[in-house]
Structure formats: C-alpha cells, structure tokens
C-alpha cells in the first residue's frame, strides 16, 4: 500500500488504516452488504409488511413466488422471507455474540501469557497446544448439550428476578448454551496471536517507562499493551466470525445447534434440503442468504488484515 | 528427530487423556439419560439397568472402571441403546467407513488443491488466478451442508448409477468424498497459492529462469519443496476437520460411519458409544498431526536442528 496522501500532517494509525479499507473496494462494498443484511435481519421484521415467521397458513402451502410472499411459502404456509429474516437474527446473533466471547477470553488468557512469561506461559500455552488437537466440532457439540441444563435454571431464576414473561426470554436464553461452548472452544487462535503481539510489544521502550515510573501491571496490561495490539486482534476477531457461524449452522444443521421455537439460517437449510425436490427455493433462499454474509464476511476480514496489519503477508 | 518424535508422542498421549476425562465427564452431565424410550419404565426397572451398566456408582469409581476396561481389557464397554452390542463391534463397523471416506476426500482435497494452487500462483494476477481464487473463495464460503442436497439433486438425480445414499456399492462413495474434498481442496489451494507465490518471487527462481530452466523445471524442481510448505502443515488439521467433519456428509448421504453414530448416539444419551468415539476421533487426529510433523521436518531441514533443542 502507498503512503499517506498528505505530508503537511501525519495520519495516526486508524486514519491510515481506514484510508485503505475504502480504497479496498471488494472490502467495502462487503461492509455495505453486512450492514444491509444486518438491518434487514433485526429492523425489517419490525415492520408490518413483513409476515410472522411462526403463523402457519394452511391454506396457501408450498406457494411459489409473489407479491404476497416474495420468497413463497413452506411446507406449513409459513412466509419464506420472513423466516429467512429471523433466522438470519438468530445466526448473525450467535456469531457475533459467540465471537465475542472468544474474544474477551483469547485477548486475556494471550495477555497473561506473553505478559508474565516464564513457565506461567510455558504451561499456559502447552495448554493451547493440547486444546487445538482436539476434534473442536465434536466438543462442542457434547460441551453445548451438558450445560443446557444450567442454562435452563438460569432462565428460570431470571424469569423470577425480574417478572419477565418466561416466551419473551426463553428463545434468547436458549442460545445462551450455543455462546458458551462455541466462545469458550474458540479462542486459541485469537490468544496465540495476542500472545506473541504482547511478547513483542513489551520489550518496547514505552513499557519499560510505564513500569519505571511505577504503573502497576493491570494498567501497564490494559492501558499501554492491549491498546497497541488492537488492530491485529480486530483483524482476527473479524475473520473468526465466518467460521463460527459455520459452526452454529453445522451443529443447527445436524439438528443439535439452534432448536424450535428458534430457527436460524442453519435449520432453515436443513428443513429446505428435505423438501428440495418439490420446491427448491425452501433450500436456496436461505443458503444464498447465508453463503453470501459468510463471502462478505471474509472479504472485509481480508480488507481489514490488508489494512491494519500490511506486514502480514497475503494468504 | 527422536527427540521430536518423543515429544510429540508423549503430547498425543496427553491430549487423549484430556479428551477422554472432559468427554467422560460433560457426557454425564447431558440432560436426560440413554433409558428414556417412548414408554417410561418403571423406577426400579431404571435402577436395575444402571446398576447393570454400572451406572449407580459415583462418577469417579466409573471413570476408573471405564478406563481400567479400555487399558487392560481393550474393552469400550457396551452400546446402552443398542442392546447386546459392543462399542468396539460398532465402531470396528463404522471406523473403515468413515476412514475411506475421508482418505478418499483428503485424495480430491490434495489432488484438486495443490494443481490448482499451483497454476494460480504461476498465473499471478491474470486469469487463470482469479478464476480458481474465486472458486475458493466460494468453497470456503459454501458448506459441506449446502453443497451436499445440491450434488444430490443436480448429479445424484440424473447420472444413473450415482446413489445419493447408502453405503452398499463403489458408486456411493463418489458423491459423499466428493462433497468432503471440495470443502478442504479450496483452502489448500489458496495456501498453496500463498507459499508458491512467496517462492517464485525469491532470488534463487530468478536464477533459474535466468539460467533458461523450463517452467515444469522451475515449478516442480526449485520451488515446489519450500512453496509446498504452508499447505503440508495445513493437512493435519485438514485431515482431522475431515475425518470429524464427515458427520455433516455422512448425515446428508445416510453413509453408516463414524459420523452418523457420533450424531445418533449424542441424541440417544449413548455414554459409551459417545466415549469411544471420540476416543477413536481424538487418536485419528494425533497420528494425523504426528505425520503432518514428520513430512514437515523431512521437507524442510531447518526445522530438524529446532526439534533437536
């Protein structure tokens, strides 16, 4: 990438960064398409015009293409388009929120470990190294089954705290299983990576005149390293989402990731590869839907890792 | 060598210990138990099978039995849903299933990956790299799951012969290992394209094509042993995402492996039918790796004085 366009003023890191994420155009043009579909996953089924996902309408079963039902209708009469909204909620929700957890925990346990140093790292990442040769998947799918049962209890104490009604909190807490396993088996890239970021970073000598004037470790770890490392860790993060939305659809898919009342782009694909032969669209519609956030997904993670991290070689 | 041989043999040993204990215990932890039928059996029918299956004792006298029997007796235990029968007898059924589907999936993985990612290297930024990156592309963003009813339905329907379930003869092989080697070859062609194109870019190719070396020549001759590099190390994990990855496919294509067991037995609560898979998933995965290593070091010399310290 070429330097900066200006040479009166110096561009801080994010500004150069950014200049060359627009000019990224598969980049952007990713980003676009992500917030699009976001928008129309979480704000579009508010309106009106968009159909209950869940009302069966028997009369009207199996419909192809219309003004009325513009994806047609299921097996139950239920609006296509409509589901394929919502379950789009349910998986970008588990895809970012999963995320999120892998990332708090990556970012800390790659803190403390390049941090500290000595045999606290040596133990902390053999550890890494035994949890990367498990089968990921198959763990999962075991870990998400067993704490389903807390999960549930949990819903029942906050259902009681706080006097919600319990069909309003059900479905979200249902995923609360699906967070955890995905989040808490997903991390050991992300702390790898932050692990030998924060090994370069503190021999640097702006560290060694935070610890002379006498800052404690957590400010000198959360205050000057994790700052420093954010750029590779947002690079990284992005390019976890795609994989672990593939993992919640694989699990939904197999019938032990998202279940009724919940559907996402994961069950929907299963139920449309069940009827495919009477009516296609069951299946295509959603695995378009999906398969193109999952292309934009990696494009702006690409875009992103061109942009904040240029040192990393490309592939 | 041996040092590096040893080491990584004594981890492989620690990662199944890992794995079995977490899978022993989170097993235990699934809601609901492998003897709820359709018709609730009576308490003490209930108390009868789990003291028969050893069920009844607390969990870490049963940890102990359980790997007492596997150590000493090379015993799994028994299926608790499928009655009279031994997880070993099912697994000794599922596991050349399972194993042929992912070695013939690994086969068009490589075959397809490595060719592919090789010319798009060569044709750097001309089209023939930006018509197989864009096929990788779609096949990484495209699951197993999708493309799957999709084989299905567009060759599975209309080749005659192709059977799009079962497992019975040769034929049925092709739709399942094709399905599972696209998925990986896409990946190891976009690595391979990476590692060959840091290569071909180096001095020492220059050199070659300066001496006028035929382009066969330089690929496989020069720049193939270090450019192959990235998509080696990336096998083991490939093989294991292969092998545990399967389940989705042999789900789709009703194939009677690992896979299908391993789903089947998750929702019927089969604890030990559970435990031997992925005991058997988890010993793939370290003889996998393990190889992975051993090619990597015979590939590239520098890495053998590094396992020596």
Known sequence: MSAPTSYEQGNSLWKDARLRLCRNRAAMASLVFLV???????????????????????????????????????????????????????????????????????????????YVGGKTDAVLMRTVDVLFALPFIVLVIVFSLSIEEPCRELTNSVVELTGWSRDSVAPIFGLVPLFIAIGALGWLTLARIVRTRTLEIKSMEYVLAARSL???????????????????????????????????????????????PNSSWGTLIKEGADRMEVSPELL?????????????LNFLGDGLRDALDPKSAKD | MIKLLLNRLGQGVLVIAVLQTLTFFLVRLLPGNPFLGERKLPEHIMAQLNSLYGLDQSAWVQYANYWKGI????????????????????????FPVSLELGVLGMLIAIGLGIPAGMLAAWWRNKWPDALIMAFSMAGICIPAFVIAPLFGLSLGMHI?????????????????????????AASIARLTRGGMAEVLSADFIRTARA???????????????????????????????????????????????????????TTDRDYFLIQGLVLCYGVLIVIANLSVDLVLVALNPRLRSQGAA
């Open chain 2, 71 to 94: 150590l000493l007796h090379g015993d799994f235990g028994p299926s608790l849903v499928h009655e009279g029968v031994q997880v070993s007898d099912l697994i000794a059924q599922a």
């Open chain 1, 36 to 114: 699009f579909m976001a928008l129309a996953c979480f704000v579009l089924p508010l309106f009106p015009c968009i159909a209950n996902p869940n009302a069966a309408d028997l009369s009207n079963i199996a419909a192809s293409c219309s003004w009325e039902h513009p994806f047609g209708t299921d097996q139950l009469g239920r609006d296509l388009l409509a589901r394929v909204l919502y379950g789009g909620r349910i998986s970008l929700l588990v895809g970012v929120v999963a995320t999120f957890v892998a990332f708090v925990i990556g970012l800390c346990y790659g803190l403390v470990s390049g």
């Open chain 1, 214 to 260: 006498g800052l404690g470790h957590l400010n000198i770890l959360f205050r000057h390293i994790a700052p420093n490392l954010l750029g590779t860790v947002v690079v990284y993060t992005t390019l976890a989402v795609p994989g672990i939305m593939l993992t919640e659809s694989t699990l939904s898919f197999i019938g032990l990731g998202v279940r009724p």
């Open chain 2, 211 to 265: 001496k006028g070396a035929s382009a066969p020549r330089i690929l496989f001759i020069h720049a193939l042993r270090s450019g192959l590099l990235p998509a080696v190390s990336y096998l083991g994990p490939a093989f294991a995402a292969l092998i545990t990855g399967s389940f989705v496919v042999e789900t789709c294509f009703q194939v009677p492996g690992m896979g299908l067991h391993f789903v089947n037995a």
């Open chain 2, 160 to 184: 005659p012969g192709l059977s799009v379930a079962g497992w019975d003869d040769p034929l049925c092989a092709v739709l399942p290992s094709l399905t599972l080697g696209l998925v990986t």
């Open chain 1, 284 to 296: 295509i519609f959603p695995a378009l839907f999906f398969c193109l956030t999952l292309l934009a």
